[in-house]
Structures are given as structure tokens and as C-alpha cells.
T-cell receptor, first 108, second 114 residues
Framework: KNEVEQSPQNLTAQEGEFITINCSYS?????LHWLQQHPGGGIVSLFM???GKKKHGRLIATINIQEKHSSLHITASHPRDSAVYIC??????????FGEGTQLTVNP | EAGVTQSPTHLIKTRGQQVTLRCSPI?????VYWYQQALGLGLQFLLW???????NRGNFPPRFSGRQFPNYSSELNVNALELEDSALYLC?????????????FGDGTRLSIL
């Protein structure tokens, strides 16, 4: 059974701080997704990666396939980054298994 | 480009009733996914439809079912509603033959069971 664990569960930062959210999983995967969920419930896909590193603006996602670990970094954090960040692994059959999410609050 | 649209946005039902939720994927997307986000349980995979066929199913009882229409829109049906079915139901779409294409999510249908 694939387990996806995220840490930390909750994270409070000051505006401008560098933020890291970690994700570990237990089985081989075809891809890993990072998602952002705002209070209304809507989800935005931030990254989908199967190796290496991807960057989009202030967000960076990395994955280490051998260690079964991924990180999401936010540089120069801003209050509008406040949201729940969810890691999800994709296995056969396009099935996603989700982590519990990390609630990020960035204070001005 | 219009995103994934879901209807209705909110719904209140009572135990034992039946409900149908609807999802329209992004134009050109052939795959539709359904997820449940119940309070305290996180997101869980429900169903995957592609080209009108059910391709994969999560660990949910048979009273959760759905279908995909020729225009790739989809319905999720839940029969004999139970209190624990109260959740946000999210639909996502993708085009599986494009490498590394993420799933695009709708805003969800919030279902409350009284």
C-alpha cells in the first residue's frame, strides 16, 4: 500500500522567508504532483514531476526517486501563498494517492 | 480556455437519498477523475474515466458510480446516501496521451448530508 507523508502539517512564516515542505512516499511511482488548495476548496496543480527539479516563478519542486522523497520550496514567501499544499503520488492507472496536506500561513 | 466546471456547487440531501454530480472537462481532455475530500480524511481517489470507460476505481462501495458521455463530460452518482458521504467532491480532467500533463481541477461540489 502506498503511503504518502507530508511534513510539517502546519507551517507559519513571515513574509519573505524561504519555505520548504517535504513529502515522502513508500512505493515506486510514475509521477509526483504538488497541488495548492485555497480556503474555498479549489485546487491548482503546481507541478507534476517524475525526476529532477522544476521551477515556476518563486516555486521550486524537487524529487529524489531513489530516496522516495520530494520537496516543495517557496522563495520570498508572500501572504498570498497562504494555502494548503498537497503532495500526491501517481501510480498505475493514473491513480493519485494524496498526503494529508501542509497548511501554510504567511504573515505580513 | 474554460476550466473544469462542476455543478452544482452546493447540495444538501438527507440520508437514503440519491445524488448526481456533474463535471465538464477542459475542451480536448478525454480523462475525467473524481475525488472525495471528507473532513479529516484528506483527498481520496474515487473514479477515473477515459474515452467513456471506467479505467480505475478507488476503495469505495458500489453505491458510488458514474459514467462518461461521448462529449467527455461525466456524472458521479451516489445512492443510499450516508452521513459520512458529506464531503467536497472534486472533478479533474487531463489528456493522458500528452506526456507529463497534470490534472486540472474544478472547484468542487460540496455535499452535505443531514
Amino acid at each position: 500500500k502506498n503511503e504518502v507523508e507530508q511534513s510539517p502539517q502546519n507551517l507559519t512564516a513571515q513574509e519573505g522567508e524561504f519555505i520548504t515542505i517535504n513529502c515522502s512516499y513508500s512505493v515506486g511511482i510514475s509521477a509526483l504532483h504538488w497541488l495548492q488548495q485555497h480556503p474555498g476548496g479549489g485546487i491548482v496543480s503546481l507541478f507534476m514531476l517524475s525526476s529532477g527539479k522544476k521551477k515556476h516563478g518563486r516555486l521550486i519542486a524537487t524529487i529524489n526517486i531513489q530516496e522516495k522523497h520530494s520537496s516543495l520550496h517557496i522563495t520570498a514567501s508572500h501572504p498570498r501563498d497562504s494555502a494548503v499544499y498537497i503532495c500526491a503520488t501517481e501510480t498505475s492507472g493514473s491513480r493519485l494517492t494524496f498526503g494529508e496536506g501542509t497548511q501554510l500561513t504567511v504573515n505580513p | 480556455e474554460a476550466g473544469v466546471t462542476q455543478s452544482p456547487t452546493h447540495l444538501i440531501k438527507t440520508r437514503g437519498q440519491q445524488v448526481t454530480l456533474r463535471c465538464s472537462p477542459i475542451s480536448g481532455h478525454t480523462s475525467v477523475y473524481w475525488y472525495q475530500q471528507a473532513l479529516g480524511l484528506g483527498l481520496q481517489f474515487l473514479l477515473w474515466y477515459d474515452e467513456g470507460e471506467e479505467r480505475n476505481r478507488g476503495n469505495f462501495p458500489p453505491r458510488f458510480s458514474g459514467r462518461q458521455f461521448p462529449n467527455y463530460s461525466s456524472e458521479l452518482n451516489v445512492n443510499a446516501l450516508e452521513l459520512e458521504d458529506s464531503a467536497l467532491y472534486l472533478c479533474a480532467s487531463s489528456f493522458i496521451f500528452s506526456k507529463n500533463q497534470p490534472q486540472h481541477f474544478g472547484d468542487g461540489t460540496r455535499l452535505s448530508i443531514l
